[in-house]
């Protein structure tokens, strides 16, 4: 989008958003009113209409219009959107009751650990389209649940600190793309968070770059028909009554076999984001913390068709234990709700292991496929150092290629990592070119790491 086309969408946003606001009040003002039995009160504050948003051209309309929001969602996005865009309209929410010398539980809110302003739960939604009204309030609940195209569509979502406490006591959360459209009428990607633990990962490299057998490029061709013709599988075929949506693979072999860079390339083929779950920030010994930040990223990933990409798998989807204490049995939990979690998705799961035995036999059982990626044999190795060498000046006359894919077995990973060293060395001892000594020396650094000797 160009700058002049950013510029229009902030202000026709803006221009939306303000009439929005000065609905919205009107719609908080009745209830607050209605609740404290003021005379004239409307106690159905359904009957003030909201802006006509037909023909407006905003990004904010183009959300409302695309999901066809009624009255209760539109009031659900503007609040979850006021803390952002104007606090001040919430103030009216922190009249205090003079009984309990509180707040009142009834208009909900949760308290930030910088923000002065007042923070909406779903309880303020219940209170303000609902009242004191049961029935309404059931109705407003149906809004937070997984089916709704809040929660699908990965919009905005209930966040609940704890789960015994009432569903609807969780934080309003905006998720940042939904936020980020309103507003500047752009669409972001996600933020590398503890919320959020996964990282976009792209490359500068393509397919002619990776170098693979034939058997392991065929199981990658396999991935991709289905991620290009799945809608034809289970829509058109109608195979979706038998077959459950998604693919999920696991890539094993020794490190620096191109397991991390396959799945990136997939995704850069097929236009799809690439995510790869940080599981450091991931596992928690706090009971219940693991499904949690695992969940905000499935929850994102539902309705976007990212691959999601767990490199060090067996760390996360390890083989379960006997129950002997309840350490054994909240891990093993962890490692059945991720079952579930993986098998439901409806994208791309890819899980990367240096050991397939690692691997639960329950999640192996449900991949559709296992692709083992081998340590290069010697045309592949060939391949590999002639990809990074061939045709730069930097590399001097004696370096002999076959001597070196022939003599040493190492992965691309390894490969790169010697020709780093060689770079390092050559510059160390003030020259412009590579030689093959830096070469083997490098090699050997590598194969020292392994444990091995030339």
């Not at 509180?102 to 739960?121: D, I």
């Not at 204490?325 to 240096?354: F, K, M």
């Amino acid at each position: 989008m160009s700058s002049g086309a950013n510029m229009n969408q902030n202000q026709l946003n803006a221009t939306t958003l303000e009439q929005e606001i000065n609905w919205f009040k009107q719609v908080l003002e009745a209830r607050i009113d209605s609740y404290f039995k003021q005379e004239d009160a409307n106690d159905d504050v359904s009957e003030i209409t909201p802006p006509d948003l037909n023909n407006n051209a905003s990004e904010y309309a183009g959300l409302v219009q695309h999901y066809a929001m009624g009255f209760d969602e539109r009031i659900v996005l503007i609040l979850a959107l006021l803390p952002h865009i104007r606090p001040q309209v919430l103030d009216l929410l922190f009249v205090r009751n003079q009984n309990l010398d509180r707040g009142f539980a009834e208009f909900g809110g949760w308290h930030g650990k910088s923000h002065g302003g007042f923070l909406p739960t779903g309880e303020t939604a219940a209170f303000i389209l609902a009242g004191q009204n049961l029935a309404r309030r059931f109705e407003v609940t149906r809004l937070f649940e997984s089916d709704h195209y809040f929660s699908t569509a990965a919009l905005l979502r209930i966040e609940r600190q704890h789960n015994e406490e009432p569903f609807l006591s969780g934080a309003l959360r905006l998720v940042n793309d939904t936020l980020s459209r309103c507003t500047s009428g752009r669409s972001t990607k996600p933020d590398y968070s503890i919320s959020f633990p996964a990282k976009l990962i792209t490359t500068k490299l393509s397919w002619p770059d990776l170098v693979l057998a034939p058997q392991v490029l065929s199981e990658i061709d396999i991935i991709k028909t289905w991620m290009k013709h799945s809608h034809t599988i289970m829509s058109d075929w109608g195979l979706e009554k038998s077959v459950k949506p998604g693919y999920r693979s696991l890539f094993y072999g020794p490190p620096g076999t191109g397991k991390t860079l396959t799945a990136t390339l997939i995704g850069a083929e097929l236009g799809v984001d690439v995510y790869r779950i940080d599981l450091s920030m991931v596992i928690s010994k706090y009971i219940g913390e693991t499904e949690k930040n695992l969940a905000n990223v499935f929850d994102q990933a539902q309705s976007r068709n990212w691959i999601l990409f767990f490199d060090e798998a067996d760390a996360l989807f390890g083989k379960r234990t006997q129950t002997t204490s309840s350490n054994d049995r909240h891990a093993n939990q962890e490692i059945s709700y991720l079952l579930q979690r993986v098998e439901d998705y409806p994208g791309t799961v890819i899980l990367a292991s240096n050991l397939k035995a690692n691997i639960d036999d329950a999640f192996s059982r449900r991949f559709q496929s296992q692709v083992y990626f081998p340590l290069p044999d010697i045309p592949l190795r060939k391949r590999l150092w002639q990809n990074i060498l061939t045709g730069r000046n930097i590399v001097a006359d004696n370096v002999d290629l076959e001597q070196l894919a022939s003599h040493y077995e190492l992965s691309g990973g390894a490969i790169t990592n010697v020709v780093r060293y060689g770079a390092i060395a050559a510059l160390q001892t003030n020259r412009n070119n590579i030689n093959h000594d830096d070469l083997v020396k490098g090699v050997t650094r590598e194969l020292r790491k392994e444990g091995k000797t030339i």
